[in-house]
């Protein structure tokens, strides 16, 4: 194999195989070989001055210092020259192994000295920094002399231990909650789970007078016997959460079976076959799409009971439930809801018996939808029926001739219905707001006795909070639905004074128990009390009571609590003294039995508060 010019000459004349050594083989690599280990045997070659020093692709580092016996070199190209040669008989692929070695080595002692003189410096200026806060802060106590070398070091110890725990607590808690809950419970009390969702005061000034009758919604369901919840969906109420949560989120003995991909579920009562609930999810649309007050009254028993004749019907109690939402959040969702095709065709509006004709419920669209349709025009069709929908949907509509409007004057009509739709309301069994939903959550727990498993969730972002309105357009929604809008604000009032009500029953439930059990605590501590008293006079009975005077006051009230609080079993079984003897004794001394009179009746009342707290 021909050598490069310039290693043919740093080697000088070829080597000379000595006697005894392998003859020259043909394999270049391995002549090549043959010819570097022959030359670094060689005592005064350059490859054994190279083979002295340290291992092949390690260099010695920064500070190490040549060396004794090796010669100092005039300038690195006379070393790169004198390890070109040696460098070059070696394999391609380890030559560059061997450089690339070299290269790392070099970074990483680099790395490594960059990085402790870094650390040094940052610590150096780190003392300063602290020594100059030390000396600001405890400015005043530098009299007492200045801080040695152990003082620097504590201080510094302390300095990282703070460093760490920051470091720790962000790596157990990286976020910001921890942080604002530990906050929270050092400045302020937890705050009320049932607070206001929107942000409002918690305390209001209510605008109706309810009677006690109408707050205190407490309903005896018995899911067993033949009670029914019928379920009043509203659309774009939020109705279908809620639904969702009486099927699938709710404390049950025999919960509801829900498959997968099947929107109806099965919720039957425990121990039969027949469901307990009137809903989208259990029963479908059984009465139409989105049935109102006046279709569901009429066709509910009859749905139910159908197949049953009308003397076997058993006597049920039909409670109707409902949501409500703010109506200008609403008619906007309804307005999206359309734009993207919903028609609500299958819905029946049987009233009285008969749908309507097409003269008394015209159509807004010629189409088979009113997809894409813009918000003027929504607004602009006299016969919309989002227009006071919550109003129409809870009132009674044979009232007012159904949806004849010839029968009566607007004006009539208007107040007519309003004022069945606030009756109904009011006498339902619950109704719920969208935008408290834990509120609605606790009503419904209160009123049904039925606890749900998750809580509800306040979703303040929809499709109608996107919608960007000016005020105008919100004054002619609200115009629009100016019957859906006193509607909901008697079902607010009444809901918020239902929920206050409710919150202030439960404190006050909770105040009785605690005083009742602070009762019972303390007559079990003077019945103990007596009874250690009682035992102690019995052993030592040569003690003069006439010494201790406050002794002997002690023991006759304790003569006389003690039957009070322990009763006598000869007492209990008959042995009563007569009437007879009682008056005689009244009059014998009249003092002395009223007072004994009221010190009985004051501890016969308070046992018999402990033991009816028992």
């Known amino acids: 194999m021909a050598l490069p010019a310039c290693a043919a000459r740093a080697l000088g004349p070829p080597l000379q195989p000595e006697r005894g050594a392998p003859a020259r083989t043909t394999c270049p690599r391995r002549h090549s070989r043959v010819e570097a280990e022959l030359a670094a045997s060689r005592p005064g070659s350059v490859a054994a001055s190279v083979r002295a020093g340290p291992p092949r692709g390690v260099s010695r580092g920064f500070n190490s210092q040549p060396l004794p016996d090796e010669p100092l070199k005039a300038s690195s190209s006379l070393a790169g020259a004198a390890r070109a040669p040696l460098f070059a008989l070696l394999p391609r692929g380890r030559r560059r192994r061997m450089h690339d070695l070299r290269r790392r080595w070099d970074l990483g002692s680099l790395c490594r000295a960059l990085l402790t003189r870094g650390l040094a410096a940052l610590g150096h200026s780190l ?20 801080m040695d070398e152990k003082s620097n070091k504590l201080l510094l110890a302390l300095v990282m231990l703070f460093l760490f725990a920051v470091i720790v607590l962000q790596y157990v808690c990286p976020g910001t909650e921890c942080q604002l809950l530990r906050l929270q419970a050092f400045s ?12 409002s005061s918690a305390r209001f000034v209510p605008r109706y007078n309810f009677s006690r009758g109408d707050l205190l919604r407490k309903v005896d369901f018995d899911i067993k016997g033949d009670d029914l919840i019928v ?3 509203i659309q774009k109420t939020g109705g279908t959460t809620f ?13 509801c079976e829900c498959r997968v991909g099947q929107k109806k579920c099965t919720c039957h009562r425990p121990g039969k076959r027949e469901t307990w609930l009137f809903s989208r999810f259990s029963t479908g649309w059984s009465c139409g799409l989105h049935a109102d007050w006046t279709e569901l009254t009429s066709c509910v028993p009859a749905v139910v009971d159908g197949k049953r ?17 703010d109506p200008v959040s609403r008619y906007l969702s309804e307005w999206r809801h359309v734009q993207r095709g919903a028609t609500w065709k299958a819905s029946l509006h049987v009233c009285d018996g008969r749908p309507p004709t097409s003269e008394e419920l015209p159509s807004c669209y010629t189409g088979d939808d009113w997809s894409g349709c813009p918000l003027k025009e929504f607004m602009d069709c006299p016969y919309n029926l989002a227009n006071n929908r919550q109003v129409r949907m809870l009132s009674d509509l044979t009232l007012v001739g159904c949806y004849n409007l010839s029968v009566m004057p607007e004006k009539q009509r208007n107040k007519v219905l309003l004022e069945s739709a606030k009756s109904n309301l009011k006498h339902m069994a619950f109704f719920g707001l969208t935008e408290f939903q834990r509120k609605t959550q606790y009503l419904f727990e209160k009123t049904f006795n039925m606890n749900f498993i998750s809580p509800f969730t306040q979703y303040n972002t929809t499709r109608a909070s996107s919608v960007e309105i000016n005020e105008e357009i919100q004054k002619r929604i609200e115009g629009l639905n100016f019957l859906d809008m006193e509607l909901y604000g008697y079902a ?3 809901f918020l004074q239902r929920y206050q009500f409710m919150r202030q029953k439960e404190h006050q439930e909770a105040r009785r128990k605690r005083r009742e059990q602070r009762r019972f605590l303390k007559g079990r501590f003077l019945q103990t009390h007596f009874q250690s008293r009682s035992q102690g006079q019995s052993q030592n009975p040569s003690q003069n009571p006439s010494q201790n005077p406050n002794l002997n006051a002690s023991q006759n009230m304790t003569q006389k609590l003690i039957p009070k609080l322990i009763p006598n079993p000869t007492q209990s079984s008959g042995q009563h003294p007569s009437r007879k003897e009682n008056r005689e004794s009244q009059r014998q001394n009249p003092g ?3 007072s004994e009179g009221s010190t009985s009746n004051g501890t016969h009342d308070y046992i018999g508060s402990v033991e009816k707290w028992r």
């Open 309 to 325: 004749d009308a003397r076997l019907r058993p006597s049920r109690n039909f409670h109707y439930i409902t949501i409500l939402r």
């Open 592 to 594: 002395q039995e009223q």
């Open 127 to 146: 003392k300063h920094v602290l020594g100059a806060i030390f000396s600001k802060i405890f400015g005043p106590l530098a009299s007492v002399g200045n």
């Open 243 to 255: 639904g969702r949560h009486l099927v699938r989120n709710i404390q049950l003995e025999q919960p």
């Open 188 to 199: 302020s009390p937890m705050p009320d789970p049932y607070r206001s969702e929107d942000e």
């Open 231 to 233: 379920f009043l969906h």
């Open 492 to 494: 607010k009032d009444l």
